[in-house]
């Protein structure tokens, strides 16, 4: 049996997993596609709001995000530096993780390529991806899908953690306020995106459909903030929400061990 308990900040440099960027300049001077997702992980780092653990599971190495797969070899938004030659697509034998020019991530030590062959194809984005079967995939990643699970993803993340925390710890209005606060920013950026989809507008990259989804996704205050600051909430008596990490750290204690 595990015991559940809140890892402060301070742990939290010492028992979260460390994942940090490695510095990284474009060989090209156009905007690559692929920009917007190197972005969009940077900014899930600097929010600090769900643990490096929990963000690497669930969104950075998860065949649910995306899941590039050849020949037994696995990759995700995260792929082991020591396998990203081997994952290439069987047609045209591009690598999806940029060998010559990759953009590293060391994730407790160890190097991990992000992703970079991210598909130019006119695609909606699909806001029921996250709930089908994982399957791999040999073709490009299709990016506003992409950017959608990656938001999904991480919205679904931080409630969790900070529902188990409510509940474990019985925390006050405060939390609770902060916990609605983010219900409905996660339900206004489903229905903006599902309103988006209703229209007929183009999904390339350089399209306005992909350009109104960076905007939704630029506009939400959840992921530009970190742990202390104040967001506006008129939903309240007290008019804002302080924001909070969501540390949770599953350990088995030796207590627990002995107990059993």
């Known amino acids: 049996m595990k015991n559940i308990r809140l890892c402060t900040k301070q742990e939290k440099h010492l028992l979260d997993i460390k994942i940090e960027k490695l510095p990284h300049r474009e060989s090209g001077k156009q905007t690559k596609t692929r920009m917007v997702v190197e972005s969009l992980v940077d900014q899930f780092l600097a929010s600090a709001l769900i643990s490096n653990e929990r963000l690497f599971e669930q969104i950075l190495y998860s065949k649910e995000i995306i899941w590039i797969q050849n020949e037994g070899f696995d990759g995700h ?11 290439k697509t069987k047609k045209n034998g591009f690598t999806m993780y940029m060998p010559t020019n990759p953009i590293v991530y060391m994730v407790d030590g160890e190097e991990y390529h992000l992703i970079t062959r991210i598909d130019s194809i006119r695609a909606r984005p699909n806001l029921e991806k996250l709930y089908y079967d994982p399957k791999p995939i040999l073709s490009a990643a299709r990016v506003n899908d992409l950017l ?16 188990l925390l409510i509940s474990t710890y019985r925390e006050s209005n405060k939390s609770l306020n902060l916990k609605k606060y983010v219900e409905r920013e996660y339900a206004q950026f489903m229905q903006a995106v599902k309103a988006l989809n209703d229209y007929h507008l183009n999904w390339h990259p350089r399209g306005n459909g992909h350009e109104q989804l960076l905007k939704i996704i630029n506009n939400l205050q959840i992921l530009k903030s970190k742990p202390g600051n104040v967001l506006i909430d008129f939903s309240n008596n007290h008019g804002y929400v302080i924001v909070e990490p969501a540390y949770l750290l599953i350990e088995q204690t030796s207590s627990t061990a002995q107990a059993l």
Request: with cysteine; glycine share 0%.
């Open 148 to 163: 959608c699970s990656m938001v999904m993803r991480f919205y679904e993340t931080y409630l969790a953690d900070l529902t």
């Open 77 to 87: 938004l995260f792929a082991k530096a020591s396998v990203v030659d081997n994952l």
